[in-house]
């Protein structure tokens, strides 16, 4: 069910060419472990200035907006949740509005869902995302991303980018804590 609605998902972006990447959980699959997750998230190359277009395309999709306001709420948040009604299956559409983003955005990665080409985050993309969120469940994730794919993570990458979250308040330790991982 899940890999259905990611892939019809990513047509409909396609078709309305807005750039997008599948973070968070789905891309864990992908690049780590094997883990229960019933959530869809999923970076659009769009800033809150394209909400019509993504409400649109939640339309097209039958996708119920969740908030009551959403465009205030996408405004405050920088993020869209919306359900599938019927599996009720949530997916979150990211709006992205820093240099990070768009660069990330620039090294998605294809994986074909059934025949179709999804785009992914990058694995080093993935384990950025995880360790700016730094929540238990990231830290796992991060670790089996990196057993996973040990020789061929690009660490420069991912050290540049903690280094720049790292000047943010509440980041600090960032970097510190991804050397820690790599140990």
């Keep these: 069910m899940l890999e ?3 892939k019809k998902i990513a047509q409909r972006l396609d078709e309305d060419n807005i ?5 968070g959980g789905q891309a864990v699959l992908v690049y780590g472990r094997a ?18 277009l993504v409400e ?7 996708l119920r907006i969740l908030p009551e306001k959403p465009e205030e709420f996408a405004g405050e948040t920088k993020v869209l949740p919306t359900e599938e009604p019927k599996s009720k299956i949530r997916v979150d559409f990211v709006f992205s509005f820093s240099e990070y983003e768009r660069k990330a955005l620039e090294r998605v990665v294809p994986v074909q869902i ?11 993309d993935v384990i950025i995302h995880k360790i700016v969120a730094g929540r238990a469940v990231d830290e796992e994730d ?3 991303i990196l ?25 600090e330790g960032i970097l510190e804590g991804f050397n820690r991982l790599l140990e």
């Design 4 to 6: 259905k609605l990611i």
């Design 19 to 23: 750039p997008y990447m599948v973070i």
């Design 35 to 52: 883990r229960l997750t019933r959530d869809i998230d999923i970076t659009l190359g769009l800033d809150t200035d394209g909400f019509s």
């Design 56 to 62: 649109e395309v939640c339309k097209k999709l039958n």
């Design 114 to 124: 059934d025949n179709y080409p999804v785009m992914f985050a990058s694995c080093e």
């Design 142 to 144: 991060v670790k089996s």
């Design 147 to 171: 057993i996973k794919n040990k020789d061929s993570i690009d660490l420069e990458y991912i050290t540049g980018w903690l280094l720049e979250f790292s000047k943010i308040s509440g980041h």
